[in-house]
Structures are given as structure tokens and as C-alpha cells.
């Protein structure tokens, strides 16, 4: 009998060996992960590497993004906006130069660039698109803060606007769209957290993600190490491990469902003199105008103020354009929601003291210069493009911009910086 209690007591002491180990060893690989977490914290590594190389799904703000970085010097002029100007910028473009646009990799409007330096008598100017399909104001902000800065900044921004831009009922919160989330790498988004995510339960992924940065930026650092291993143990590193399939972004891979590609080239070009067939696109619109949110208005319009205040401070003029809709569109809205927008937009262009242009009772516009109830065709595209034209060129600050820009530009060439 005493055999066996004491069998039983030195089994009951291995069994709580075993656990007081295994607490142990959990204390000191959470004590373990804080530190790592801390030390991280503390340095930021990943801010000392380019956004570009990230990891990231190929989405239409990555590609903009993309050819936006690997423009050697700053554009003259940049035009910001959704899908309503995408389209009749493509098209206008494929129509201006004869060639097949892929809207994926030209994101150039060449066709404003020529119609400027020929009215200006200034070669060589410069205009780049970052209209998104589905950018809201905040997007547009989002594009001016973390891209439209110090050597790549242009002399004039031309922001199109429409009433979707500011209610759009298919958008929970700023910080939810994809524009938004792609360019937060490239800045930091404190100050302004709580206007994006307006919700506390939309803030807690995000500030989770900044506390705990293993989990916040693991994907990132997972190719990171992997390539820096790579660049490191080359050419035994080919020989005992597989590609980063993180880095390689095939969309015939596996890739993680949050990585998948929504555009790669060669998905949308269009040609020179293309017909598109008018495509009734109310169901889509009447969902979009489903919901007059105050509270999302409202956000939007700081967004507004936000980009025009910076742009100010960064000496660039930025023009606001009214961008026209069909009528059928309007019919859609909700009831005065419209004149609020206008009202608005000309508060917020009076008080930064910037023009704000509706071109719609000028360039006459018709249902055959629209392929749906907004987006407009390559003859719409002309007009609107046309009009832009003349609102930068009878802008007094934007025309001296231009010719501060350009005569740097000469001087650099002269001295062989290009």
C-alpha cells in the first residue's frame, strides 16, 4: 500500500513538473513575443522599405500607384477622381494617340497634356490620371497625402466630383474602400483615424494592428525576411526553398484570398474609335443613391477640406470640376441632395479660394456622349477633357504654377538632371 501512494505521489509530482514547464515555457514565449513586439514597435522597420514592394493585391489603386512611382519627374498636371472620369479619359486617350489603352498600365492623359502646351506654347508638359473606379472624396485625399508630395508633387490637381462621391450607400466607412487601404501604407493616418473609421468597431482591427505588430504586419514582414534570406543565401537559397508566393502575386496561384488580383493587364483595353453600346446602369445607381447619409456627407466634406488645405500648403492649385451626369441619373438621386453637394463644394472653393467649375450648361452634353447614365464615351470625353483645359489655363495660379514648373524643368534639363 505505501508502495503505491508513493508511486502515485512521484507520478502526481511528474505530472506537475510537466505543467509548472509548460506555464514556464508559455510566460516566456508570451515575454518573448512582447519584447519582439516592442522592439518592432519601436523601430519601424517596414518603414524604411518602399510601399511598392510590399505585398499587395493588384487592385486598380496598386497599378496607378505603380506607374505613378516609376515616373521619372513630377507631372505637370494630375487629374483625381472616380470611374466617371477613368472611362472618358481612356477613351479620349486610345481616340488622341490611335493606339489600344490598357487601362491597367496608362494611366497618362496625353490628349490635356498636348491641348495645354499648345495653348500655354510650353513642350514637354505632363498629365497623370488618378481617377479610381468607385474613389470617393476621402480616396481623392487619400491619393493628394500620400503620393502628391515633396519631389513627385504637381504645379495643378484637377478633382472631379459628383454627388456619389460624397453618399455612396455601397460604402460603410471611409477606411473600408480599396483605394483607402492601399494607400494607408504610405502614411500615417493617426490624426484622422477616427473620421475614416467613424465606428469604435471599425477602429479595432486598426489599432490592434499598430499595438500588435507582429499580427498587423505579418504578411509584409513574412516577405521581407523571406526575401532578405533570398538576397542573402543566393544561390543556395533557390536550392532549398520555394519562390515567395506572396512576392510572386500570380493570380494562377494559390495566393491568399485577401492578395487575389482584381485587375492585371491586358482585362480592359479599348481601342480607338470603339462604340460602346449604351448599357442602362440605374439598378446599380439606384442602389448607390439608396441612402442619403448625412453623417457620410458630412465626413466626405472634410475629406474635401482636408485635401484642399493641404494642397494649399504644399503649393499646389487644385481646380474642382462638377462632373455632368445624364439626366436619368438625377432622377435617381435623393430629393435635394444634389443642390446640398453644390452647395457645399462652393462653401468649401470659396473659402480656400479655389475655382470650382460646373462645365455641364457649356459643353452641351447629350445622351449620345454617355455609354451609360454617367460614364461618359469618347465624344462626352472630349468635351469634359476640353473643359478642363480651359478651367486650368483661365486660372491665374494655376498658368503661373505651370510656368514655375516648367522653367525648373528647363533648367534641370539644361544641367543634364534628366
Not at 522592439?39 to 496598386?62: D, G, M
Request: hydrophobic fraction near 40%; glycine fraction near 6%.
Amino acid at each position: 500500500m505505501a508502495d503505491e501512494v508513493k508511486t502515485e505521489n512521484a507520478a502526481n509530482a511528474e505530472i506537475g513538473n510537466a505543467k509548472h514547464k509548460r506555464s514556464v515555457a508559455v510566460l516566456v514565449g508570451i515575454g518573448v513575443f512582447f519584447a519582439i513586439n516592442f522592439v518592432l514597435l519601436i523601430s519601424q522597420p517596414l518603414s524604411k522599405v518602399s510601399p511598392e514592394t510590399l505585398p499587395s493585391a493588384h487592385t486598380w489603386t496598386f497599378w496607378a500607384a505603380k506607374e505613378f512611382a516609376a515616373e521619372k519627374k513630377a507631372p505637370d498636371v494630375v487629374i483625381c477622381g472616380s470611374s466617371v472620369l477613368m472611362h472618358p479619359i481612356a477613351r479620349v486617350e486610345a481616340e488622341h494617340t490611335g493606339k489600344n489603352i490598357d487601362y491597367v498600365l496608362n494611366h497618362q492623359s496625353s490628349y490635356v497634356a498636348d491641348k495645354l502646351a499648345g495653348i500655354l506654347n510650353k513642350s514637354g508638359l505632363s498629365c497623370f490620371s488618378f481617377s479610381l473606379p468607385g474613389s470617393m472624396v476621402s480616396d481623392d485625399y487619400m491619393v493628394m497625402r500620400a503620393l502628391l508630395s515633396g519631389p513627385k508633387k504637381p504645379a495643378v490637381v484637377v478633382l472631379g466630383l459628383t454627388l456619389r462621391d460624397f453618399i455612396d450607400s455601397g460604402v460603410t466607412c471611409p477606411g473600408a474602400t480599396p483605394p483607402f487601404k492601399y494607400l494607408k501604407r504610405y502614411t500615417n493616418i493617426d490624426e484622422f483615424a477616427d473620421l475614416a473609421m467613424p465606428q469604435v468597431w471599425q477602429r479595432m482591427d486598426y489599432w490592434i494592428g499598430k499595438l500588435v505588430y507582429l499580427n498587423g504586419r505579418k504578411m509584409d514582414l513574412q516577405t521581407i525576411l523571406s526575401e532578405g534570406a533570398k538576397n542573402t543565401l543566393t544561390p543556395l537559397y533557390t536550392q532549398c526553398f520555394a519562390p515567395c508566393r506572396l512576392l510572386e502575386m500570380d493570380p494562377t496561384r494559390n495566393t491568399p484570398a485577401n492578395l487575389r488580383g482584381e485587375m492585371e493587364p491586358g482585362m480592359m483595353i479599348v481601342g480607338p474609335n470603339e462604340v460602346a453600346r449604351y448599357d442602362d446602369n440605374t439598378a446599380e445607381y439606384r442602389k448607390r443613391y439608396k441612402r442619403n447619409d448625412p453623417k457620410m456627407f458630412e465626413i466626405q466634406s472634410k475629406f474635401l477640406e482636408r485635401l484642399l488645405s493641404e494642397a494649399k500648403q504644399n503649393g499646389i492649385r487644385v481646380v474642382m470640376v462638377n462632373i455632368p451626369v445624364t439626366e436619368e441619373n438625377h432622377t435617381l438621386m435623393p430629393p435635394l441632395a444634389y443642390e446640398k453637394y453644390q452647395q457645399r463644394v462652393k462653401e468649401l472653393a470659396t473659402k480656400w479660394n479655389v475655382d470650382y467649375v460646373d462645365p455641364a450648361p457649356s459643353i452641351k452634353l447629350s445622351k449620345a456622349d454617355f455609354y451609360d447614365s454617367v460614364h461618359m464615351n469618347a465624344s462626352g470625353g472630349r468635351k469634359l477633357l476640353d473643359s478642363f483645359v480651359n478651367a486650368v489655363v483661365t486660372d491665374k495660379q494655376c498658368v503661373s504654377n505651370l510656368e514655375t514648373r516648367y522653367q525648373k524643368n528647363l533648367a534641370k534639363r539644361a544641367e543634364n538632371v534628366y
